[in-house]
């Protein structure tokens, strides 16, 4: 079925830029929603943004709007999450997942059945 592999992510220090790529495969003619999700340590799982595959229709948590974007290569089926000006409240795990569905809101993680396997993200001093 629909398979995520992450690649990317790594440690800079505030003000720097990281990007995570999420490769998709497997997948239908079906309008997949991509969201991007990250775990803090010691935090629950949080949505931070969300795009359709294929579509230039985006989302974005108010906290990260402006300074992440969602690129895709629609081409080889990738998705980026574009990271700039990072701050140290950044640092988690990020995730991509997906799910066939009308709309893509940012949602709770719940409402996705299908995850990349994380990528860490460092923003420190």
């Known amino acids: 079925q629909v398979q995520l592999v992450q690649s990317g992510g790594g440690s800079v220090q505030p003000g720097g830029s990281l990007r995570v790529s999420c490769a998709v495969s497997g997948h239908s003619r079906s309008n997949y929603c991509i969201g991007w999700f990250r775990q803090a340590p010691g935090k629950g799982r949080e949505g931070v943004a969300t795009?359709?595959?294929?579509?230039?229709?985006?989302t974005y948590l108010a906290s990260v709007k402006g300074r992440f974007t969602i690129d895709q290569d629609a081409s080889r089926n990738i998705m980026y999450l574009q990271m700039n000006n990072l701050k140290p409240e950044d640092t988690a795990v990020y995730f991509c997942?997906?799910?066939?569905?009308?709309?893509?809101?940012?949602?709770?993680?719940?409402?996705?059945?299908?995850w990349g396997q994380g990528t860490q993200v460092t923003v420190s001093s």
């Open positions: 795009a359709y595959l294929g579509s230039g229709i985006t």
């Open positions: 997942a997906a799910e066939p569905r009308q709309l893509c809101p940012i949602s709770r993680p719940g409402e996705f059945k299908v």
